[in-house]
């Protein structure tokens, strides 16, 4: 759980970073094998994301 809340930080200063820049903010692709959580890190990270006030996008393939 610690690494997503790692991921999720990284993520957020580099969205800071994007807005002080007038720049497009982080995107990111999630892959790996099945059953192995991806689908529960890609909805952690839209969650937090959502509840900061950004607006993230999950596109699932």
Not at 41 to 47: D, I, K, Q, S
Request: hydrophobic letters at 45%; one cysteine or more.
């Amino acid at each position: 759980m610690h690494i997503y809340l790692n991921v999720h930080g990284m993520l957020e200063q580099l969205r800071q970073k994007a807005d002080a820049e007038k720049t497009r903010g982080p995107r990111i692709m999630v892959a790996g094998l099945p059953d192995v959580g991806k689908s529960t890190l890609c909805r952690m990270l839209v969650n937090w994301a959502a509840r900061l006030g950004r607006t993230p996008i999950l596109v699932d393939l």
